[in-house]
């Protein structure tokens, strides 16, 4: 006995050592903001190779009126309106040590980035010789390579540090190597993702993309996550890059704090499905209500049962969490005959509760005058808004969140007639829980709603309320939408396809 206890004090030292000296990417890197000249890597470490299992324990959630829960952290609970008093935990730890957690931790990141170039190079010897001159062989591709310098990862932005990449090429795949190191210097983990940069606006290479929104944790497809990541990567329609229109995660139940704020993070992109797609597809992300905040809000907005979980610190945490840089709206160019226009709906935006009138907005002026700016200027053959919300609808009478709502119908109104001004334009949008294909019946304009990442989500509509003033298309089931962009028989195409979560395409529609 006197051996046993020494030597198990050895091998618990010993394995805290290893462990230290390791950090790990549970959560992955994700590529995004792509441009034609640059890009944005988003890199986190962490101390453990997986997130913590469905085993760990729970925290307890105790409310004002008396009354104390211990939710399993999957479905939500039925209290999650109520008020908070405090929250408790059972371990040291707190939020590091529950259920699903990805805890981070301190260390240094790299990137390494390169592309392969076709080798034009031919020459001859020409050196004294009999005979012909033989052709020297010259590799047949140049290996283009960059690295960062090593950078700390950020503990007060969840062990985040996000690389911008430029003076890229345009239209060119570039593999990423990410690789990790302990504060003391030994190495932790790698991992390796690809993406392609946007093409040339001069150039008119076919581009697919696909759009989802309404991701849930509770209501994942299978075990290790959501299966329209892995379907999307093994289409025949794989996408160039993706866009992800919001409602990215659920805060209103469980992020009290905003430790549990960054605990949604962890726990969604630490599935294994999540974490592959996201190091071979670059994306552009869009916030909506539930990953900024709560159901429906906005800047003034007062919701006691956040607890100590505030409105800024939501857009704080978004930054942190997505590679997206400093402007939460934007415009991307991908070659001669696509650009979208990404829009922020939750920054700017009046109270949904104030009388509808020209002062009562949801993208505020200077945003306004920036789309209206860049969008008259613009020489792309098809221009695309992609919004959080919709624009056109139709949407339920007791909804007032959207410009398709009565109670933002002046805003709305002035959107959609400035909108229809340009051919070869439509609208696509997240947040309802139903794919759609609607033409406005006065503008005519096009809105196409991509529906929410899993059948389990979707609902809020009946598939019987088909109406026809509206509705070309419509099926109450999760997927995603794809976007491709060509030109056969040398005639520009913009084709939208609804997509189930098995990639069976349920519905297409072109324009021309």
């Keep these: 006995m006197r051996f046993t206890i ?20 549970a959560t992955g890197f994700k590529v995004g903001e792509v441009s034609d000249t640059s890009a944005i890597i988003w890199t986190r470490l962490t101390e453990k190779k997986h997130p ?7 925290p307890t959630f105790h409310f004002t009126e008396g009354t104390s829960i211990q939710p399993d952290l999957y479905d939500r609970p039925k209290t999650f309106r109520k008020v908070p008093q405090k929250v408790t935990f059972p371990t040291p730890g707190k939020v590091s040590d529950i259920r699903y957690a990805a805890p981070g931790t301190a260390g240094e990141v790299l990137v390494l980035y390169e592309y392969k170039e076709l080798n034009h190079q031919n020459s001859t010897n020409s050196g004294p010789q009999q005979g012909p001159a033989k052709p020297i062989a010259f590799p047949k591709y140049r290996i283009h390579r ?67 929104t309404g991701q849930a944790f509770r209501h994942q497809d299978r075990k ?18 993706f866009v992800h229109t919001g409602d990215i995660l659920y805060y209103d139940a469980l992020a009290k704090t905003q430790d549990l704020a960054h605990w949604h993070w962890q726990r969604m992109y630490s599935r294994p499905t999540n974490v592959q797609f996201h190091e071979q597809v670059p994306a552009y992300f869009i916030k909506d209500d539930h990953d900024t905040w709560i ?89 695309l808004l992609i919004s959080p919300t919709p624009i056109i609808g139709p949407d339920r009478k007791n909804k007032q969140d959207n410009h ?89 195409t913009c084709t939208f396809r609804f997509h189930g979560v098995d990639g069976k395409v349920h519905y297409q529609k072109s324009i021309q």
């Design 6 to 25: 020494p030597l198990v004090s050895w091998l618990l030292l010993w394995s805290l050592n290893i462990l230290s000296a390791q950090p790990y990417m």
């Design 224 to 241: 290790d996550g959501f299966q329209i990541y892995p379907t999307m990567l093994a289409s025949s329609h794989r996408p160039d890059f």
């Design 295 to 383: 159901n429906d809000c906005w800047p003034t907005m007062d919701a006691p049962s956040m607890h100590k979980f505030t409105f800024q610190q939501g857009l704080e945490i978004f930054k942190q969490q997505v590679p997206m840089g400093d402007k939460t709206y934007r415009t991307i160019r991908w070659g001669k005959d696509l650009q979208i226009w990404l829009v922020e709906g939750r920054d700017f935006r009046s109270s949904n509760k104030a009388k509808d009138g020209p002062d009562k907005t949801i993208w505020g002026k200077e945003q306004k005058a920036w789309l209206k700016e860049t969008f008259a200027w613009s020489d792309a053959t098809f221009r």
């Design 146 to 212: 960059k690295e960062t310098c090593w950078q700390p990862v950020n503990p007060k932005a969840d062990y985040t540090h996000q690389f911008t990449l430029t003076a890229l090429k345009p239209g060119v795949v570039y593999n990423v190597t990410v690789e990790s190191r302990s504060p003391n210097g030994k190495p932790g983990a790698t991992r390796k993702g690809t993406f392609r940069t946007a093409y040339h606006p001069g150039d008119p290479k076919p581009v697919t993309f696909t759009v989802s």
């Design 404 to 492: 398709s709502n009565s109670n933002f119908k002046t805003e709305g109104d002035e959107i959609r007639a400035f909108l229809a001004q340009f051919k070869r334009t439509a609208i696509i949008c997240g947040d309802r829980h139903w794919q759609f294909h609607s033409v406005h019946p006065e503008t005519k304009l096009h809105e196409f709603s991509c529906g929410p990442a899993s059948d389990l989500h979707a609902g809020g509509w009946s598939q019987k309320d088909f109406r026809d003033s509206y509705h070309q298309f419509l099926r109450v089931k999760g997927g995603y939408l794809s976007v491709t962009v060509d030109r056969p028989a040398g005639k520009p």
């Design 52 to 58: 913590n299992p469905e085993t760990a324990e729970v």
